[in-house]
DNA sequence: ATAGAATATTAGAATGTTCTTATATCATGT
DNA sequence: ACATGATATAAGAACATTCTAATATTCTAT
């Protein structure tokens, strides 16, 4: 409701894919990193263990996690960023127009 | 909890605000690239004009949205396709590193 | 005035995420 | 064996998101 522009926050397990394409990390290093603590990190990697997209290569008492389906994370996360600053109407939504221009032809419609 | 790999979706607030860094869209643009209803897209749309991070511009029927302050969504969603697929350890990454060695300094860490 | 397209509002249920507290496990150094 | 650091598990509350169904509003053309 009353949320402000700026407390807007990308959900924890995105920001987690995200550490992780940057490389290997352990939970120690996205406490540091994440606004939250260390259970919900830890929770959130069990999710994304079970669901294989990450996985961990234990050195001492360090999880070292890591994404073990790169490809598919950027599928995930590149549309988000993708950003086309100059292109302000897609070739998909051009049609779309036509399709409902066809459908009523008005006039005034720049 | 059965979460599969593939069933992870971006959350449909995030993607709305990734359309509308492509350019001005309307609710049945969205509705024809997302994959939720009418309803949920003007419910999100509403929370994030509340916010006062997009506005509209009616043309006719149509309201065409866009996003009222780009730089913050630039804050927002850039973070989270920041990809670094050469750099494996941050600087940040390795000081930290250093200050665990420094508390116990082990031999077999390479 | 009426119809149809586009969008919005409301309300409740279902589900997902976050936070909190407490406790447990495991590895390492002493 | 014990202490400590790193991580995990469990369980419940709080909150956010998604979905569904029904209804309402606005604009445009007829």
Redesign the interface.
Known sequence: ???????????TR??IL?EL?????CV??ME?ILPVTQVNISQHLT?LR????VDFAQ??ALRCYYLC?PK?V?G?????????PV????K??ID?EKERAKRKP?AS?G
């Open positions: 409701m009353g949320r402000s522009a700026e407390s807007f926050r990308p959900p995105l920001q995200s394409r940057k490389g290997t990390r120690t290093d540091e999710v079970n669901a294989k997209l050195d001492g389906r598919l950027d995930i996360l590149d549309p988000l960023a993708a950003d086309f292109i302000r109407k897609t998909e939504q779309r008005v419609r």
